[in-house]
């Protein structure tokens, strides 16, 4: 199976190049930051060997922007 495209909860991670060996998907999410005061728009990527995306790893990249305040403030 070769998916262009992957629907998660925050968005649609599109696939945008393969570089030698690395598959590279790309997406946003609106996010409302606490830190912040205000909801902005933050793009991300995935890098992957494999041509898919499991669906445990969507679920990872998940679990990690619903995340994002607390590692925003770290950094």
């Known amino acids: 199976m070769n998916t262009s495209s992957y629907n998660t909860k925050f968005g649609t991670l599109t696939f945008s190049q393969k570089v ?21 728009e933050l793009p991300f990527s995935v890098f992957s060997k494999s041509k898919t995306i499991t ?12 995340s994002a305040d607390k590692f925003i403030a770290k950094a």
């Open 55 to 66: 669906p445990d790893t969507i679920a990872f990249i998940e679990q990690i922007l619903t």
């Open 20 to 40: 030698e060996d690395a598959y590279f998907w790309e997406a946003s999410f609106q996010w409302k930051s606490d830190f912040y005061k205000e909801t902005l």
